[in-house]
């Protein structure tokens, strides 16, 4: 409890602001993204055209690998943080979040479905 | 946690949660204005997520047409990927200068910026010019219409981030590194880097998963 109330009562910070570094140490930062988002990418690129892995693992591959590189880019590039300074940035991120997963995932699920209960076309056609 | 011990604090905790917040007034504009544009930038991926859906759904639809992977040439895709990749590093040395208010670095980094992203622009007029001329516009299949317009939608905001970036580089010129110009800039660099983000996303999912199956 003490600890608590005497809890900084500093600003947050703005997204894509970095808290106070040497313009050395910020270059660096981008420097470690750059690199890692370049990694990322040529893993990417190297699984889909290769036969080297089991096949069905490389969707699944690609989707971790794509968030992978999402996230190296928050991190690094629009320096979203878990420190309390960043909460505001990190929920609205997190709801924004969770409208994409819905759209993209319920529009999937629902028109997988659709598909999957519809008889063919020729067959409704014959009914009439 | 008794009643004496709170009365103190009655207006640094309304709620008598136990915490004494100590309220530092409204926050300087910078936040105001970069936290407004972050929320604009989460509702454009939403609205970017609706045509990855509307993608997801169709991609399987080409109407005896082309699949993706008769159509997809990886080669080009990497070059575009790299070349986002290192303007977003190069945005991100001119955000750097600006706050440092170095105009040479800052100039530098504008200008390597704003050329990758034309040649990105370019890179993929030429995709989708050629095409088109093969028959496969946006008309031929829902595959396609979709396909057109999920990376056409990204192109234009490329198109729009290299315009505003032209205009930034002019207002540095013209004003100099003002409070408000550094502003602009600030969303200037969240909305490329943003760009960027989505850019994985495109060619993940519509370039590497389309070419597989």
């Known amino acids: 409890m003490s600890d608590q109330t005497h809890m900084p009562a500093g600003h947050d910070l703005a997204p894509g602001d970095e808290e106070q570094h040497s313009v050395g140490a910020r270059i660096l930062g981008y420097v470690v993204g750059l690199v890692l988002a370049l990694l990322l990418t040529a893993t990417s690129f190297f699984i889909a055209g290769t036969d080297l892995v089991w096949q069905p693992s490389i969707p699944v591959a690609l989707i971790v690998l794509a968030i992978a590189q999402m996230g190296v880019h928050l991190v690094f590039f629009l320096h979203i943080t878990t420190g309390p300074d960043n909460t505001n940035n990190v929920l609205a991120l997190a709801f924004g979040l969770l409208v994409v997963f819905l759209v993209v995932g319920g529009s999937v699920w629902i028109m997988a479905h659709l598909n999957a209960n519809m008889p063919p076309m020729d067959q409704i056609m014959m009914r009439q | ?213």
């Open chain 2, 1 to 213: 946690m008794t009643m004496t011990a709170t009365a103190g604090h009655a207006h640094a905790d309304p709620h008598h949660i136990g915490v004494v917040i100590e309220h530092p007034g409204p926050a300087p504009k910078r936040i105001v204005t970069a936290y407004g544009f972050w929320i604009f930038l989460l509702s454009d991926i939403v609205m970017f997520s609706c045509f990855f859906a509307a993608y997801a759904v169709l991609v399987g639809q080409t109407a005896d047409g082309p699949k993706g992977s008769e159509i997809f040439e990886q080669g080009n895709v990497a070059i575009e990927t790299v070349c986002l990749l290192l303007s977003s590093f190069t945005c991100g040395m001119a955000s750097i200068a600006a706050d440092v208010r170095n105009r040479f670095w800052f100039y530098l980094g504008m200008a390597v910026t704003c050329v990758l992203g034309l040649i990105f622009l370019v890179l993929e007029f030429r995709e989708f010019a050629d095409l088109i001329v093969r028959g496969y516009g946006p008309s031929r299949s829902a595959f396609l219409t979709a396909f057109f317009s999920l990376v056409g939608c990204h192109g234009l905001h490329v198109s729009a981030g290299v315009l505003w970036l032209l205009t930034m580089t002019a207002q540095v010129f013209a004003k100099g590194f003002r409070a408000d110009i550094l502003r602009r800039m600030m969303c200037f660099a969240l909305f490329w880097h943003a760009l960027d983000i989505i850019w994985v996303a495109v060619f993940s999912v519509v370039y590497l998963l389309g070419s597989g199956t």
